[in-house]
């Protein structure tokens, strides 16, 4: 594809998806996280085919849960965050896992992380399948990590451009994002 480069495969992106799937499966395994079914929640749109192959790979009953966030208009920010679809779980006393496409600035994030604490959950994990920590600007850390990446605007594996290539089943930069193949 013109003006992107593949940074990682559909097969390394697998692998490292299966790998994270039974880290998590052996740190929801104790008696102490045995007692309910961890509530995991997929913030859309981004993170759906991280999620959806995630959740395949971890090994014990779940519930599946989706969020909407929003502080990006097309390729852009808004500098407004808002909750445009909240989760219809009931957290109280449950384990939950935020599944994240990506950890930019962190302020959407610790924002949604926030609001679900004060909904009393047992325990509240981020699991995000790309960190990019030179871009922070809040305090969140994810405690289950894809790929860290330098900055960059990347694409594919459920991240777009002004909702395109979502559908690549790899991940690739952006070199010149006002030349771009339609």
Request: hydrophobic share 40%.
């Given at each position: 594809?013109?003006?992107?480069?593949?940074?990682?495969?559909?097969?390394?992106?697998?692998?490292?998806?299966?790998?994270?799937?039974?880290?998590?499966?052996?740190?929801?395994?104790?008696s102490e996280?045995?007692?309910?079914?961890?509530?995991?929640?997929?913030?859309?749109?981004?993170?759906?085919?991280?999620?959806?192959?995630?959740?395949?790979?971890?090994?014990?009953?779940?519930?599946?849960?989706?969020?909407?966030?929003?502080?990006?208009?097309?390729?852009?920010?808004?500098?407004?965050?808002?909750?445009?679809?909240?989760?219809?779980?009931?957290?109280?006393?449950?384990?939950?896992?935020?599944?994240?496409?990506?950890?930019?600035?962190?302020?959407?994030?610790?924002?949604?992380?926030?609001?679900?604490?004060?909904?009393?959950?047992?325990?509240?994990?981020?699991?995000?399948?790309?960190?990019?920590?030179?871009?922070?600007?809040?305090?969140?850390?994810?405690?289950?990590?894809?790929?860290?990446?330098?900055?960059g605007f990347?694409?594919?594996?459920?991240?777009?451009?002004?909702?395109?290539?979502?559908?690549?089943?790899?991940?690739?930069?952006?070199?010149?994002?006002?030349?771009l193949d339609?």
């Open positions: 594809m013109k003006n992107m480069k593949i940074i990682l495969t559909a097969e390394q992106i697998q692998k490292r998806v299966k790998e994270l799937g039974e880290q998590i499966t052996r740190d929801y395994s104790t996280t045995n007692s309910k079914r961890p509530v995991v929640i997929c913030t859309l749109k981004g993170a759906v085919y991280f999620f959806a192959d995630l959740t395949k790979n971890i090994n014990r009953p779940l519930m599946l849960d989706f969020a909407r966030l929003s502080s990006y208009r097309d390729s852009t920010t808004s500098g407004k965050l808002e909750l445009q679809h909240d989760i219809l779980a009931d957290i109280t006393d449950r384990d939950v896992i935020v599944v994240e496409d990506i950890i930019d600035s962190g302020k959407t994030l610790k924002f949604f992380v926030e609001l679900l604490k004060t909904r009393n959950p047992r325990s509240v994990k981020i699991c995000a399948f790309l960190d990019k920590k030179e871009r922070r600007e809040v305090d969140i850390e994810a405690d289950y990590v894809g790929f860290d990446i330098p900055c990347v694409v594919g594996y459920g991240m777009d451009y002004a909702e395109r290539f979502r559908e690549l089943p790899f991940l690739a930069e952006i070199i010149d994002p006002n030349d339609d």
